[in-house]
């Protein structure tokens, strides 16, 4: 059966997968082999794409109890609206180059399709398609529009993004934090459907290697055992990204981007890069998805 149609008729048997992944080898790791360099650019990336997320950061301003603890947390600070929950997502071209961020925006739009990797690859393929028409080669070969393009995101993927990045032809999504409500199902995509011919899933990469991995585990840690010492509140990942302790965790974060000096000569292009990008995404030059 070709893997598309399987893909596509079949996203739903995907996490019934999931379930019997403990048994078998699907949401197993990939065994990488990444040098210090290629760790660094990860890093360096993710930390942009978490920057970004926590200059663009929203609260629940309706919730009394929200705006006070933020209110304390930064009192100058003016947080936009709620729009979505914060999580983003940066695409990186086979060259090097940052090519579209995007922000979850459900709440936004009132979809729960609007996930921050779906909006970024929707960008990257308008901005392709866009320089395709320039140079007059027509809108056609859609397939490896972005085969061999990086997607770095905030939050370990979902079914549904994982499944448009593997439609894509997306190689690579390196991610900062864990999703336990995700159970793997990146790593069971790539396992399944992952090949070598540049088609197919995309290589999950877990960024345990980041500090900032090791920080947001435990800031939610730290919001589980709040609110289960409490007596109640939701506990999900997606809640946690509105609390306190994961706004502290990308305060840190985003202080390290803009602070980071990169240790191998190779890296410091990509960081002038990512850092000229960046600016201009917080400034308005250029929005932060190009979608709205």
């Known amino acids: 059966m070709d893997r598309r149609r399987f893909l596509a008729g079949g996203a739903a048997a995907m ?3 999931s379930a019997h992944a403990q048994d078998s080898n699907l949401a197993a790791d990939p065994k990488l082999s990444l040098s210090e360099v290629e ?4 890093s360096m990336r993710l930390l942009a794409a978490l920057h970004l997320v926590f200059s ?3 609260i629940a301003k309706a919730v009394p109890q929200i705006r006070e ?3 304390k947390l930064e009192p100058g600070r003016v947080f936009g609206e709620f729009s979505g929950y914060n999580i983003g997502a940066l695409i990186i071209s086979p060259q090097g180059e940052a090519l579209a961020f995007a922000l979850n925006r459900n709440h936004q739009f009132n979809s729960p399709f609007e996930h921050a990797e779906v909006r970024a690859v929707r960008a990257a393929i308008r901005i392709a398609n866009n ?3 320039q140079q007059g080669r027509g809108l056609d070969g859609y397939a490896a529009m972005l085969q ?4 770095y995101t905030t939050l370990e993927s979902c079914t549904q993004c994982s499944g448009v990045m593997d439609l894509a032809n997306i190689a690579t999504v390196v991610y900062a934090q864990e999703d336990p409500g995700q159970k793997r199902i990146g790593n069971i995509l790539y396992n399944l459907l992952g090949g070598t011919d540049g088609r197919g899933a995309p290589l999950p990469v877990r960024a345990n290697f980041l500090p900032a991995y090791g920080r947001l585990t435990a800031a939610y840690d730290e919001y ?3 609110l289960e010492g409490s007596g109640g509140g939701p506990i999900g990942m997606t809640s946690f990204l509105g609390a306190s302790e994961a706004y502290l965790a990308y305060r840190e974060a985003s202080a390290t ?3 980071y000096v990169p240790k191998y000569p190779q890296n410091m292009w990509a960081m002038r890069h990512l850092r000229a990008f960046a600016s201009g995404v917080i400034s308005g030059a250029s929005s932060d998805d190009l979608l709205g």
């Open 15 to 17: 996490v019934c997968c």
């Open 39 to 42: 760790q660094e650019l990860h």
């Open 148 to 151: 061999g393009f990086s997607v």
């Open 131 to 133: 320089k395709r028409w």
């Open 69 to 71: 603890e933020y209110a």
């Open 224 to 226: 589980r055992k709040r």
């Open 56 to 58: 663009k950061w929203r």
């Open 257 to 259: 981007f803009e602070a």
